[in-house]
């Protein structure tokens, strides 16, 4: 079975009752839990954007401190998750601030984090990827939050 594009379902959706349209969003987040995620988001968490990033900057200082530190194996997974699903909740939010904001706090953490990651390759790597990520970010956003944001980044390079 092939998938409606986009433009198809909203033209589809236009023609249901709100009725409908809640019983199909109820079905939806019943078979997956990033759609369950995401209509939380949505629903409760996309008015008060900064209590939403304090509640994922909670959630990343939790699994940085759940980290298995006995293997650099199980240190390397648990970061590589760490950021899956950061960037899944920054895809939820759609807001550029959220994303830089996130994206700054998650390599703060990473280069805090103890024992010291930076001498392994693939850590270092992903490490400069994401400060390169959050470089374009930041030249997309308004001037007076470029500055404010190069700030961060300038001091989070000279930690490094």
Known sequence: MKAASVAQLRKELKYRSNEE??????R??????????LLTYLLFDSENEA???????????GKFDEINKSSIYYIKKSVRRILRETK???????????EVELLLYF??????FRPSLKKNLSMRNLL??????????????????????SIELNSLKDKL
């Open 51 to 61: 209590y939403y990033v304090a509640q994922v900057k909670e959630d990343m200082d």
């Open 28 to 37: 939806l987040a019943r078979f997956k839990k990033e759609n369950k995620e």
């Open 107 to 112: 390599c703060e953490r990473f280069i805090s």
């Open 128 to 149: 400069q990827r994401q400060i390169q990520l959050i470089q374009t970010k930041i030249a997309g956003l308004h001037d007076d939050l470029q500055h404010d944001y």
């Open 88 to 98: 899944k909740y920054i895809r939820y939010s759609n807001v550029k601030e959220t």
């Open 21 to 26: 349209l809640e019983s199909l969003c109820l």
